[in-house]
């Protein structure tokens, strides 16, 4: 190996005892990490040391396992996936997939707008979140007195109240029954309508079911039963006056064998006066 003595210009360049010295230690750092002063792979990064390629290659990981097609290098694999987006849109607002992004005027709607928010901290919606959570502790204050828009009751006040509003001995305008006397009394106002009606006949709806099964029997003893009722009010009473028409009384006279009072004129007729007048 060629050395170089101090003070010797090499190339245009004056080496001394500090350039030869650093030569060396550099030299020395490249043979590993646990001898050279310039390696350092333990300590955090640093202006004045470097690391190991062992080192480098942990950090940037296995090029072999890149999803990219070009495995060479870094910058081929990200120059292909610049080349992959740039061919292709990728913006799709009709669809949500991890193939597609949505267009910021999408996400704009779908989060809102953050001027529109009611916190103070309006730059993002994880600073407003968290404003929310960090003033959570700080709002309305638990206050079992009177009822106020200031001041909320404890969970037991609220349990008490309701407690007192649940009366099912009564019934009144100011308090409510239970879900359980509720269901009682549906029940027991249910059996009383249905009044121990066998099967068949337990529900409106089966009541509905056999009316229309039977439609034409009942539409026929219906108009039976009108006829009838109109045959009976045609009969002659002994009840009450009857606005018979002269065909009824005719017949009405025909069939008990009597004659009406055109024909035989007056039945209270006193013919003794009548007789006495006519002397006269």
């Known amino acids: 190996m060629t050395t170089v003595s101090p003070e010797q210009n090499v190339f245009g360049i004056t080496v001394t005892d500090e350039v030869i010295q650093l ?27 470097s690391w190991s390629s062992l080192k480098v290659s942990g950090l940037i990981g296995d090029l072999a396992t890149l999803s990219t097609t070009d495995k060479s290098d870094l910058v081929s694999a990200l120059n292909e996936i610049n080349a992959a987006v740039a061919s292709s849109s990728g913006i799709d607002d009709g669809i949500t997939s991890s193939a597609a992004t949505w267009s910021s005027t999408k996400i704009s709607q779908v989060t809102g707008l953050l001027p529109t928010l009611q916190t103070t901290e309006k730059s993002s919606l994880v600073a407003a ?51 359980s006397k509720i269901t009682s009394e549906i029940s027991a106002a249910t059996g009383s309508v249905v009044g121990g009606a066998s099967t068949p006949y337990n529900s409106l709806a089966k009541i509905e079911a056999l009316i229309q099964s039977n439609d034409t029997d009942i539409a026929a003893n219906a108009a039976a039963a009108a006829a009838n009722m109109t045959a009976v009010a045609q009969r002659v009473s002994t009840q009450a006056a009857q606005g018979l028409s002269g065909a009824e009384q005719g017949n009405a006279r025909a069939n008990i064998d009597v004659y009406s009072t055109t024909e035989i004129g007056n039945p209270e007729t006193n013919f003794a006066n009548t007789f006495q007048s006519g002397l006269a």
């Not at 407690?163 to 009564?170: E, I, T, Y």
Request: proline residues 3%; negative net charge.
């Open 129 to 179: 979140i968290n404003e929310v959570k960090n003033s959570s502790g700080s709002g309305l204050a638990i206050n079992d007195g009177a009822p106020s828009t200031s001041a909320v009751w404890s969970s037991s006040k609220t349990n008490t109240e309701i407690a007192a509003l649940l009366v099912d001995a009564s019934t009144s305008a100011t308090t409510a029954w239970s879900s």
């Open 23 to 49: 030569t060396t230690d550099y030299k020395q750092g490249l043979a590993g990490p646990a001898t050279g002063d310039y390696l350092e792979d333990s300590g955090a990064a640093s202006a004045s040391k």
